[in-house]
């Protein structure tokens, strides 16, 4: 846990000239007496492409800190010029302003700013030389990038845990080559065992939905009932591409019943041995629809 913990800051003079200097009210809390002191910076970026051109535009030592809420008023004074490339004097950088505690940063506010001429001439038409007198900064006040950093305080206890750990035992651990790569060779194997077992699932899935006992059996549509059977027989009959003997057989289980009848001595008709096994309720089945081989 952090210490000091910064709060809020405000940029007092913006937007402003060029030449004016940077104030901000920063108001920060600690939660501990400080054996030393804060140190405030404020960078100047002065090139986006390399970091020779940054300007440490002033420090500052706060101290002795008291416990509880503080603030203060910090000012630095604005870039020199010599310093910045003349073809990036205009267009937007970046100033930085950190703190740091026995050397050690632990915060980092980001503000971009943007240089340019007060009038819209200029801005339309820049002149190859930058005219100072007119030009003019803008902060970004509103959208600031803040970073926080652990960071050892007074105290061993405070100081944050090392990352990465400190490994000793594995400088010592021999390399072994044959071992390289073990893990990845058998997690592939492990897949592709996975992949031929559901593809065995898969297969007895569907050899079982052909011995499904609502499906056909012996050549002929099991029947639960005379409408039932004609509408089933008729469905199976447009979806079958089979041979002209299974045609057959389909027609000849599609008449109306005179074949699975037989007559009594008194003249009833009486249903044949097969045809009352046909018309028993069938129970649940696994499968609402007819697979069809």
């Known amino acids: 846990m952090s210490v000091v913990s910064l709060l809020g800051v405000k940029v007092l003079n913006n937007p402003a000239k060029f030449s004016d200097p940077y104030e901000f009210e920063i108001t920060f809390e600690c939660l501990e007496q400080l054996q030393k002191d804060l140190e405030w910076k404020l960078t100047y970026v002065g090139s986006a492409t390399s970091s020779e051109h940054d300007q440490e535009l002033d420090s500052l030592l706060v101290g002795p800190i008291p416990v509880g809420v503080n603030k203060f008023i ?4 604005a870039p020199d010029l010599k310093r910045i490339p003349t073809s990036e004097i205009l267009g937007v950088t970046v100033i930085l302003l950190t703190c740091s505690y026995d050397g050690r940063e632990f915060v980092r506010v980001g503000y971009y700013v943007n240089n340019e001429y007060d009038t819209d001439e200029l801005n339309a038409e820049p002149p190859a030389k930058p005219i100072m007198e007119h030009v003019r900064r803008n902060v970004l006040a509103e959208k600031p990038r803040v970073t926080r950093f652990a960071i050892k305080w007074d105290t061993d206890d405070s100081a944050p845990a090392e990352y990465p750990p400190e490994q000793p035992e594995a400088d010592i651990v021999e390399d072994d080559g044959a071992a ?83 007559m009594t001595e008194d003249g009833e008709h009486k249903p044949s041995e097969s045809a009352a096994q046909k018309e028993q309720p069938l129970g649940p089945q696994p499968h609402g629809e007819v697979m069809v081989h």
């Open 74 to 77: 910090f000012e630095a004074d």
């Open 180 to 262: 390289y790569g073990a893990e990845e060779v058998e997690l592939e194997e492990a897949l592709l065992k996975e992949e031929a077992e559901l593809k065995a699932e898969a297969e007895d899935e569907e050899m079982a939905g052909a011995d499904d006992p609502a499906g056909p059996s012996n050549g002929e549509p099991a029947k639960a009932g005379d409408d039932d059977s004609d509408a089933g027989s008729e469905d199976l009959e447009a979806e079958s591409s089979g041979s002209d003997d299974e045609e057959i057989e389909e027609e000849e289980g599609e008449g109306d019943g005179d074949e699975d009848m037989e």
